[in-house]
């Protein structure tokens, strides 16, 4: 005979166990005692502990050995009728919750036969403990004669004390009782309360409530996953297993006993209808024609498939500056943070004159910050793309004497073509950083201001959140004396109507009033919706992309057409969260002075207070756009910022 190797499912370790003719039941029950050692004596401990009687709570150790071997008996007792009589031999987890029933009964009837001899004994010392403590009991000692009495007038409950035991028609009634209620819930959810409720027990329909309750938790744990889901791709075939799931549990409690069969049977159809309620809505709203995705918080907009407003009164002032007959003197786009500058530069081509070839630098960009040579090079490459110029050895170009002698080359080939270039220099506050850590020389200023003095049809634009006064690394009001300030405003209440009703009119990819080109109609934003989204952002660009964004993609996920009052509100609490990093460095970010930032900080608790005595404090403030005055108070001038601020601040 060969050598037995291992039971590869627990079907034939339970086979074997309560079959006492199988050659396996010896090494059966070996790995039976291996698998299941720790689970029954973590059951019997649990229940033993239960009780509060001084006497188990002194010896427990003992009580849970004898139980544990009182347990074994039961399995054992009549050739293993017990693990023959379960029936689910395939369901580890329905024989787990079987198996701890027998513990707890077994663990009960084992501690009220010791707690019956105790007050049966008059010279046992724990009798007075029990009655001080349940002064109820000292009347029905006479008539605890026998441990069946016992067993009929008295059940331990979770907090130790006792109470009469129910008759099997009132735990019929209530298992009935709490079946129908399950079928009245509104929310699947819920079912774990009440399933919890069910009575348990040895014998009959009892013996098998602990599976049913198993059954139904797993169908409350897969709503609760459910109700944390909010985008339809990713409900719905949740929400298919849902019912899938129901399915399987109306075709499994077929099979219990009464009254689990019919009442749960009954509920499980009801529960059923509001899955399949919950799959038609959310299949209505995937299958909805979802509203275009077009508004952008974030990099610079691409106007050719994202919402675009053009900054008229903006690029107007540049082409005035850029086409003066003598030349320009060099210009500074100034604007705070998000108000949309870099969305200006790369999206000049199509509103400045076709004689202007813009050239857009980026000072966060590595090949142009890492040393001179390679900003050198950058810029070369970049003015060579714009505008290919007859020379040789460009690449040998990585000084300054041969950078400024090219650009002088380009000047000239510029006015023989009549032709500008635009130079424009974003984020140049990095060059003067780098000038503080040395990796750039002054020379490099001199160059540029050289360079905007000599060359009349180059036109050098230098983009940033800061004003030239408050970079101190280097003079740059004398470097840039004669240059003019451009300042970017926020958006116009009909700029920002514009954008949230023809968000592609100035698309490349669309022809004039082409029928196909995404529009939203004004209702769409709801009563007074544009509006209201202007007032919220203060007109910043930014969070009028952003409040807009939330807004689209909240109507896309639900069962909505249109902006109504509680979709707007949610769309702002939710903006608040997606968009935390802009609104900290609007708020706290670039607060630097002492006192900048408790002083914001206080229109926590207040919506006004008075204007600040610090001078500095004031200017900056009044500089960054974030309050205005009313009533000789000020008050934060974004709602949005107030709202985050004491969310989220």
């Known amino acids: 005979m060969h050598k037995f190797q291992s039971f590869s499912t627990f079907q034939e370790l339970l086979e074997a166990c309560s079959n006492v003719t199988s050659p396996y039941w010896e090494v059966g029950w070996r790995e039976f005692i291996k698998r299941y050692k720790s689970f029954i004596h973590s059951k019997v401990t649990q229940r033993c502990s239960s009780w509060n009687v001084p006497r188990i709570q002194r010896q427990i150790s003992d009580f849970v050995n004898d139980i544990v071997d009182a347990v074994y008996a039961t399995l054992y007792k009549n050739e293993c009728q017990a693990l023959r009589n379960f029936t689910d031999r395939n369901n580890e987890r329905l024989f787990l919750s079987w198996l701890a029933t027998i513990c707890e009964r077994t663990a009960n009837r084992y501690i009220r036969g010791m707690i019956k001899e105790c007050l049966l004994d008059e010279d046992y010392e724990s009798q007075q403990l029990l009655l001080e403590e349940h002064e109820d009991l000292r009347e029905r000692l006479v008539s605890l004669?026998?441990?069946?009495?016992?067993?009929?007038?008295?059940?331990?409950?979770?907090?130790?004390?006792?109470?009469?035991?129910?008759?099997?028609?009132?735990?019929?009634?209530?298992?009935?009782?709490l079946a129908r209620k399950a079928?009245?819930?509104?929310?699947?959810?819920?079912?774990?309360?009440?399933?919890?409720?069910?009575?348990?027990?040895?014998?009959?329909?009892?013996?098998?409530?602990?599976?049913?309750?198993?059954?139904?938790?797993?169908?409350?744990?897969?709503?609760?996953?459910?109700?944390?889901?909010?985008?339809?791709?990713?409900?719905?075939?949740?929400?298919?297993?849902?019912?899938?799931?129901?399915?399987?549990?109306?075709?499994?409690?077929?099979?219990?006993?009464?009254?689990?069969?019919?009442?749960?049977?009954?509920?499980?159809?009801?529960?059923?209808?509001?899955?399949?309620?919950?799959?038609?809505?959310?299949?209505i709203v995937a299958n909805k024609e979802p509203s275009p995705q077009l508004f952008r918080a974030g990099d610079p907009v691409n106007r050719e498939q994202e919402a675009f407003v053009p900054r008229y009164s903006v690029v107007g002032d540049l082409e005035k500056q850029i086409m003066l007959a003598t030349g320009c003197p060099g210009l500074v786009l100034y604007g705070r943070r998000r108000v949309g500058k870099s969305t200006i530069l790369h999206n000049l081509k199509g509103f400045l004159p076709d004689t202007v070839f813009p050239i857009i630098i980026s000072m966060q960009n590595p090949q142009a910050f890492i040393s001179l040579p390679q900003l050198i090079n950058h810029l070369v490459e970049k003015l060579f793309t714009a505008l290919p110029l007859k020379s040789s050895a460009l690449s040998s170009i990585t000084d300054l004497l041969k950078f400024f002698n090219l650009l002088s080359d380009y000047n000239t080939q510029l006015k023989s073509l009549d032709k500008r270039i635009l130079l424009a220099i974003d984020e140049y506050e990095n060059i003067d950083r780098k000038l503080g850590e040395k990796v750039f020389p002054s020379d490099l200023l001199d160059t540029i201001r050289e360079s905007i003095q000599k060359h009349r049809n180059l036109t050098w634009i230098f983009a940033g959140s800061h004003e030239i006064t408050e970079l101190t690394h280097a003079e740059w009001p004398s470097y840039l004396v004669s240059a003019?300030?451009?300042?970017?405003?926020?958006?116009?209440?009909?700029?920002?109507?514009?954008?949230?009703?023809?968000?592609?009119?100035?698309?490349?990819?669309?022809?004039?009033?082409?029928?196909?080109?995404?529009?939203?109609?004004?209702?769409?934003?709801?009563?007074?919706?544009?509006?209201?989204?202007?007032?919220?952002?203060?007109?910043?660009?930014?969070?009028?992309?952003?409040?807009?964004?939330?807004?689209?993609?909240?109507?896309?996920?639900?069962?909505?057409?249109?902006?109504?009052?509680?979709?707007?509100?949610?769309?702002?609490?939710?903006?608040?969260?997606?968009?935390?990093?802009?609104?900290?460095?609007?708020?706290?970010?670039?607060?630097?002075?002492?006192?900048?930032?408790?002083?914001?900080?206080?229109?926590?608790?207040?919506?006004?207070?008075?204007?600040?005595?610090?001078?500095?404090?004031?200017?900056?403030?009044?500089r960054r756009l974030l309050v205005e005055e009313e009533n000789g108070q000020w008050r934060l001038r974004v709602p949005l910022m107030a709202r985050w601020l004491k969310e989220r601040g």
């Open 145 to 177: 004669e026998s441990n069946q009495l016992w067993d009929e007038q008295y059940e331990p409950t979770s907090s130790g004390f006792f109470e009469p035991s129910q008759s099997d028609e009132e735990l019929w009634a209530k298992t009935i009782e």
């Open 183 to 283: 079928a009245d819930v509104a929310e699947l959810s819920s079912l774990d309360n009440i399933v919890a409720q069910l009575p348990e027990g040895m014998e009959g329909f009892l013996s098998q409530t602990a599976a049913l309750r198993g059954m139904v938790n797993e169908l409350c744990e897969l709503q609760l996953r459910l109700d944390t889901i909010t985008r339809p791709v990713l409900r719905e075939p949740l929400t298919q297993i849902l019912c899938r799931r129901i399915e399987n549990f109306c075709h499994q409690i077929a099979g219990f006993h009464e009254p689990l069969a019919s009442e749960f049977g009954n509920a499980a159809t009801r529960w059923l209808k509001l899955a399949q309620k919950q799959l038609q809505h959310v299949q």
């Open 484 to 622: 003019r300030t451009i300042e970017v405003p926020l958006f116009t209440f009909e700029e920002t109507r514009l954008l949230l009703t023809e968000p592609m009119k100035f698309s490349p990819l669309y022809a004039k009033d082409a029928p196909n080109r995404p529009r939203f109609a004004p209702e769409f934003w709801g009563n007074n919706g544009r509006e209201r989204l202007h007032q919220q952002a203060g007109g910043w660009p930014h969070l009028v992309q952003l409040i807009a964004e939330t807004i689209v993609d909240l109507i896309n996920d639900e069962d909505k057409r249109y902006v109504d009052d509680e979709l707007f509100e949610r769309s702002l609490n939710k903006a608040i969260v997606s968009g935390h990093n802009v609104l900290y460095q609007l708020m706290r970010g670039e607060s630097t002075l002492p006192g900048e930032w408790e002083y914001l900080a206080a229109f926590r608790k207040c919506e006004a207070q008075p204007l600040p005595d610090n001078e500095a404090i004031y200017t900056s403030l009044r």
